[in-house]
């Protein structure tokens, strides 16, 4: 990462522009100070990640007995492609924060913001392997409304790091990533429940407020995306991965002061027992009622489970599917 060119990235951003957050400035300095990695596949490793999706789709469907479609938009990324796909979906969740926050010298609160997003982007371009961004908050409807991203560079490095086979792994990767597509299509509603959970919450910062019910729906909500994401891996990838969470998982655990850092500030370790709390729930159920009673969480949003129920399934159980 070249620290210097991104910090000079934000010094040269205008203290009188509109808005608590120079958000050009941030794009530039977040791909200042990362290598956008190489994207020169083979034609092998291109067909790889269409037979890829494709093959997750397909087992995804049959195990789940759910019918969804992928998304329109299906992109094998390098590290800037990504930071460009995410600048967008950063901006209109704070958009109302910027609108409406208070602030307190102005110039200097814009330099402070834009170098805190620049750097959480760099980190986040430099580790995120895949995403399925159902693009929460944008504007219009359509085949463009969510999208699957791929940041080979990422994947490549991390397979090697790990001493894991590099297209067993990408393969991996795009068996979780559609398994979030999967829930969003068998869901329509999924979508606009996040958005106005989170908008909820955001508004009441700007009342200079905590809505604790908002955040805690949005975090039971996420914890079932996740959750049920892990079942689906569990029984639709084509052999047993435990040897690639562990070795991901302590990578994730390791690394320098600064990379724990920004994984807390970032909520990453929340994320990890997201998942944790949300696969021993699914579990629970699909052995006690098969997959398809699992997936009746998508019907509509009062089967999601509540907080209680996540840590006491049969509760679900016997509310959803007796």
């Not at 597509?181 to 958005?195: D, K, M, Q």
């Not at 029984?235 to 435990?242: P, T």
């Amino acid at each position: 990462m070249n620290i210097l060119r991104s910090v000079w990235r934000v010094a040269d951003s205008s203290s009188n522009g509109k808005g608590s957050i120079d958000w050009a400035a941030v794009s530039a300095a977040a791909k200042a100070a990362t290598d956008p990695g190489s994207l020169d596949l083979s034609t092998a490793d291109r067909d790889g990640y269409a037979s890829d999706v494709r093959d997750a789709r397909e087992r995804l469907q049959a195990v789940a007995e759910v019918e969804f479609d992928v998304p329109e938009v299906i992109e094998v990324q390098n590290r800037h492609h990504w930071i460009d796909a995410n600048v967008e979906t950063f901006h209109r969740i704070m958009l109302p924060l910027e609108e409406h926050g208070p602030t307190v010298l102005p110039g200097i609160t814009r330099a402070i913001n834009t170098g805190t997003f620049a750097l959480v982007l760099s980190f986040l371009g430099n580790n995120v392997l895949g995403q399925y961004d159902p693009l929460l908050l944008a504007d219009g409807d359509g085949d463009d409304d969510h999208g699957l991203y791929f940041v080979e560079p990422n994947i490549r490095r991390v397979a090697h790091s790990l001493d894991v086979d590099y297209p067993r792994f990408r393969r991996w990767i795009a068996f979780h990533e559609v398994s979030h597509a999967a829930e969003f299509g068998a869901a329509p509603w999924l979508s606009t429940h996040l958005e106005t959970r989170m908008e909820r919450g955001i508004d009441a910062l700007v009342e200079g407020d905590l809505d604790r019910d908002a955040f805690r729906e949005l975090d039971t909500a996420m914890t079932a995306v996740e959750g049920y994401a892990e079942l689906l891996m569990d029984r639709a990838f084509d052999e047993e991965y435990g040897d690639l969470r562990r070795k991901l998982d302590e990578r994730r655990q390791g690394g320098g002061p600064i990379a724990k850092l920004a994984r807390r500030f970032l909520g990453l370790g929340l994320k990890r027992r997201q998942y944790e709390r949300g696969a021993r729930f699914f579990r629970y159920v699909a052995d006690k009622r098969g997959v398809a009673a699992a997936s009746r969480v998508w019907d509509h949003p009062e089967n999601l489970p509540t907080d209680d129920e996540l840590d006491v399934p049969e509760r679900w159980i016997a509310r959803v599917s007796p």
